[in-house]
């Protein structure tokens, strides 16, 4: 009698606590959905994710090409700063479209971080170059000089493109040994001509020169023309960007743009001093300003 009445208790129990245990179930289901769901979208997240690492990552290049929000601004006020000029940031971002384009489309890569890059492609054009003649000493697999052209027809200049680089299979630079690229691709001349083309270089307006710029007879081959534009990138000794100055003071046009690469990149000293020690002398270049770690300077 008394296991029956307990029986019946206990039923009685479950039957009063069933609306409560049924709401503690519905909200543990709901639980378990909404966390689902939450798992879900993170998987299409990561997934995402790895998908954009594998077109912008930094596997067979040195840096990604993966810039925040906050680093574009940054970067545009730069170039404002330098260039005086409205639309910095929209001309930024249409820098930055052209450097993702190059390096997918292209073999090898752009040598230098993200920043540099840009900076380069966007203040150059802004700084009213007095002609499209562009003169680059080192180029690499190319692909940046094809950049410097669109970004010079992008603002109405049509380009003439001289290119002179020894087309070492590896990159060249006093006291530095690299066995091989991290892109894992040689540098050869058919490489560089086939960047340029991915690039849109119209091979009627190019001139690629092997060899160095000091060697006498390639400044000879080289200085028939005035340049509207010079890309200082070779050798990046003190003695190297003296060198590469001291030619660039006789073949620049009043007005034209300088750049030099990696002025403000503490690993590559010589070419601040050179730069310095040129600017403290009789010269006909002037210092405009700094952008990430490329200074521009004016030739008058």
Same mark, same amino acid.
């Given at each position: 009698?008394?296991?029956?009445?307990?029986?019946?208790?206990?039923?009685?129990?479950?039957?009063?606590?069933?609306?409560?245990?049924?709401?503690?179930?519905?909200?543990?289901?709901?639980k378990l959905r909404s966390?689902?769901?939450?798992?879900?979208?993170?998987?299409?997240?990561?997934?995402?994710?790895?998908?954009?690492?594998?077109?912008?990552?930094?596997?067979?290049?040195?840096?990604?090409?993966?810039?925040?929000?906050?680093?574009?601004?940054?970067?545009?006020?730069?170039?404002?700063?330098?260039?005086?000029?409205?639309?910095?940031?929209?001309?930024?971002?249409?820098?930055?479209?052209?450097? /993702?384009?190059?390096?997918?489309?292209?073999?090898?890569?752009?040598?230098?971080?993200t920043r540099n890059i840009?900076?380069?492609?966007?203040?150059?054009?802004?700084?009213?170059?007095?002609?499209?003649? #562009?003169?680059?000493?080192?180029?690499?697999?190319?692909?940046?000089?094809?950049?410097?052209?669109?970004?010079?027809?992008?603002?109405?200049?049509?380009?003439?493109?001289?290119?002179?680089?020894?087309?070492?299979?590896?990159?060249?630079?006093?006291?530095?040994?690299?066995?091989?690229?991290?892109?894992?691709?040689?540098?050869?001349?058919? /490489?560089?001509?086939?960047?340029?083309?991915?690039?849109?270089?119209?091979?009627?307006?190019?001139?690629?020169?092997?060899?160095?710029?000091?060697?006498?007879?390639?400044?000879?081959?080289?200085?028939?023309?005035?340049?509207? /534009?010079? #890309?200082?990138?070779?050798?990046?000794?003190?003695?190297?960007v003296a060198n590469d100055?001291?030619?660039?003071?006789?073949?620049?046009?009043?007005?034209?743009?300088?750049?030099?690469?990696?002025?403000?990149?503490?690993?590559?000293?010589?070419?601040?001093?050179?730069?310095?020690?040129?600017?403290?002398?009789?010269?006909?270049?002037?210092?405009?300003?700094? /952008?990430?770690?490329?200074?521009?300077?004016?030739?008058?």
């Amino acid at each position: 009698m008394k296991f029956h009445s307990s029986l019946i208790a206990s039923r009685s129990a479950r039957r009063a606590l069933r609306p409560v245990l049924d709401q503690l179930d519905q909200r543990i289901d709901r639980k378990l959905r909404s966390a689902r769901r939450e798992l879900t979208v993170l998987r299409e997240e990561l997934r995402k994710a790895h998908s954009t690492e594998l077109l912008l990552g930094r596997d067979g290049r040195l840096t990604d090409r993966q810039p925040s929000r906050e680093e574009i601004v940054e970067l545009a006020a730069q170039i404002a700063v330098l260039t005086g000029r409205d639309g910095a940031y929209k001309e930024t971002v249409l820098a930055y479209r052209t450097l /993702v384009e190059l390096e997918n489309r292209g073999v090898g890569r752009i040598a230098g971080s993200t920043r540099n890059i840009l900076g380069k492609l966007t203040a150059t054009p802004l700084l009213n170059p007095p002609n499209g003649e #562009i003169l680059e000493i080192g180029t690499l697999y190319g692909l940046f000089a094809g950049g410097m052209a669109r970004q010079l027809l992008r603002a109405g200049l049509p380009y003439e493109l001289t290119i002179v680089d020894p087309l070492s299979p590896v990159q060249l630079q006093p006291g530095f040994e690299i066995s091989s690229d991290p892109s894992g691709t040689p540098v050869t001349e058919a /490489v560089v001509r086939a960047n340029l083309g991915y690039a849109g270089v119209d091979d009627a307006r190019l001139r690629l020169c092997k060899g160095f710029s000091e060697d006498p007879a390639v400044r000879e081959e080289l200085s028939d023309r005035q340049y509207g /534009v010079v #890309i200082i990138d070779g050798d990046h000794s003190f003695e190297g960007v003296a060198n590469d100055l001291e030619w660039t003071e006789r073949v620049a046009a009043p007005g034209a743009v300088v750049v030099m690469d990696d002025y403000g990149d503490g690993r590559w000293a010589g070419v601040r001093e050179a730069t310095e020690k040129r600017l403290a002398g009789e010269t006909r270049l002037r210092m405009i300003g700094q /952008v990430a770690t490329s200074a521009f300077l004016r030739a008058i």
